[in-house]
């Protein structure tokens, strides 16, 4: 069993300024973690959107990977599982990343590997098929898991 609980939005605290925000949101998520452990659940699971809309750019989010490393510092057994698209970021980048969260946690990382639909204009390219998608998603999988071994 696990537990999958969004991140703060614009919406949840109008008032508050943005990096107040996000302080909050990182100890939120920290509390849930730990509740989540102590109810003997097997990881927590953190999504991501590579979408922004450009009313909101304001509001990105907390990298859920960064943020997985806060939860690490935090916890103690629970499986702390991110989300990272293999369609823009590079296969080093992911792994150093990956393997960063498995040492910063002592083991218990796990990667929700996806391909992204949207979001390349944000990294300056055009949409591509999903056959495009899976295919270098296998590629870059593949280097990861290999760059992975050689860290």
Same mark, same amino acid.
């Given at each position: $069993? ?13 008032? @508050? #300024?943005? $990096?107040?925000?996000? @302080?909050? &949101? ?5 509390? %849930? #973690?730990?509740? #989540? ?9 953190? *999504? ?6 450009? !009313? $909101? ?6 990298? *859920?990977?960064?943020? %997985? /490393? $806060?939860? !690490?510092?935090?916890?103690?057994? +629970?499986?702390?599982?991110? /989300? !990272?698209?293999?369609?823009?970021? *590079?296969?080093?980048?992911? #792994?150093?990343?990956?393997?960063? %969260?498995? =040492?910063?946690?002592?083991?218990? &990382?796990? =990667?929700? +590997? ?23 998603? !296998? ?11 050689? +860290?």
């Amino acid at each position: $069993m696990s537990l999958n609980n969004r991140q703060i939005t614009q919406n949840d605290s109008q008032n @508050q #300024a943005p $990096m107040v925000k996000c @302080q909050s &949101a990182i100890h939120e998520q920290i509390s %849930l #973690a730990q509740r #989540a452990e102590a109810a003997k659940l097997d990881f927590v699971f953190k *999504p991501d959107s590579l979408f922004v809309h450009p !009313a $909101m750019v304001y509001v990105l989010g907390v990298d *859920p990977t960064l943020l %997985l /490393t $806060m939860v !690490a510092e935090n916890t103690k057994k +629970i499986g702390l599982v991110t /989300t !990272a698209s293999t369609s823009f970021y *590079p296969p080093y980048v992911l #792994a150093k990343q990956l393997q960063s %969260l498995h =040492w910063i946690s002592n083991g218990r &990382a796990g =990667w929700n +590997i996806v391909t992204s639909i949207d979001g390349a204009e944000n990294f300056g390219q055009v949409r591509t098929s999903s056959e495009e998608r899976y295919a270098k998603a !296998a590629e870059c999988s593949e280097v990861v898991r290999n760059y992975g071994k050689a +860290i």
